[in-house]
């Protein structure tokens, strides 16, 4: 698979550095948390903001600086330290991580496609250790959208009224936005402001599907606010397009109320918009939920990785955001 390695010049843009939390923050965040849903705690339901969390349980001014420093002396360019302070977002090339991070970025030829990675495990100067996961990360090899399309078109006569109904002659019935309200006897919107969605995407949409879909069903919803983090990657189509139409329909078919925003990041040689996504939500605490239909086998994460996405599920939840991912059409047995 290996096809050799890349060009010095190779862009590594948007590569993560995660910090790392001390022991005693790692022992206070969960009694926290806990706090935070207990009805008897003085602490139920008071959320943090992203800053207020950075400062009580990431590194210090001083390591964060020492981090920073780091990377500047080996000529990334440091695009900014999360609020949360539980990623460092920067950039350089291929060449520049071969000489800090002592590691080699080569080509790789699999399954037809050409993918860029790293040849061995990255390596941080051990005086870092203390508040440094590790580098998430550097290689281009994206997680899956979660959808299963069928391959074969149903044909459904729209009949218009007062509740659409779209039979079918095949026996497969599609559902619309007042079947799942009786199916799952949603009833009337909770009292209180309206909620914020945000769905996690890496590729932007037409915003007329959504727009259509909505006039069509007469479910009082209206198209998501499109939220760009950084360069925009236009509409990618397939799989990418598809899950963002569903979620960003779906989420306001179902809670017509609810403010939604679909939150698209470019994928880069290092980093999977889908990551980036999630970071943008959670480090500006712009919703109530957020909704991920991105996925891996948990088996091919690494450490950093693995301490990446549960620093961030816990930033999320001491902020009071509900941290939903989508474990697949295909099941639990998925990945076997």
């Known amino acids: 698979f290996d096809q050799g390695p890349a060009s010095p010049d190779l862009p590594m843009n948007r590569m993560l550095l995660v910090l790392k939390r001390g022991d005693e923050q790692e022992i206070a965040l969960p009694t926290l948390i806990d706090d935070q849903q ?10 943090m903001t992203p800053e207020v ?13 020492q981090v920073v420093q780091w990377l500047q002396s080996h000529g990334f360019q440091v695009a900014h330290v999360s609020r949360g302070r539980t990623v460092i977002d920067f950039s350089g090339t291929a060449a520049q991580v ?9 080509k ?15 390596q941080i100067p051990a005086v870092l250790a203390p508040v440094v996961s590790g580098i998430f990360s550097l290689h281009n090899f994206g997680k899956k ?54 769905i996690v995407g890496r590729s932007n ?16 919803a209206s198209g998501p606010q499109i ?18 139409v569903l979620d960003t329909t779906w989420s306001g078919a ?48 690494g450490a950093v990785e693995a301490s990446f996405h549960s620093s961030l599920a816990q930033q999320a939840a001491a902020e009071g955001i509900t941290y939903a991912v989508s474990s697949g059409d295909s099941g639990a047995a998925g990945c076997d």
């Open 38 to 47: 207990d009805k008897n705690s003085p602490n139920y339901h008071k959320w």
């Open 53 to 65: 969390f950075g400062r009580q349980f990431g590194p210090s001014d001083q390591d964060v600086q």
């Open 98 to 106: 071969r000489d800090a991070l002592h590691t080699t970025i080569h």
């Open 108 to 122: 790789y030829a699999v399954n037809g496609e050409t993918h860029w990675a790293n040849a061995s495990d990255p």
């Open 145 to 198: 959208p979660q959808i299963s399309i069928l391959n074969t078109q149903v044909s459904a006569k729209y009949i218009p009224g007062g509740s659409p109904q779209f039979p079918s002659s095949s026996g497969l019935h599609a559902l619309t936005p007042a079947d799942y309200d009786v199916i799952y006897n949603i009833g009337p919107s909770p009292s209180g402001p309206p909620a914020k969605i945000a």
């Open 205 to 220: 949409i037409n915003y007329q599907d959504v727009a259509a879909f909505h006039s069509v069903m007469a479910d009082g």
């Open 227 to 244: 939220v760009v983090n950084g360069p925009d990657p236009g509409n990618l189509g397939g799989g990418e397009e598809a899950e963002a």
């Open 254 to 301: 179902v809670a017509p109320t609810a403010t939604v925003f679909l939150v698209v990041s470019a994928s880069t040689n290092t980093t999977d918009g889908v990551d980036l996504s999630e970071i943008y939500i959670v480090d500006n605490n712009l919703a109530d939920i957020m909704s991920e239909s991105f996925g891996n086998c948990e088996s091919a994460a």
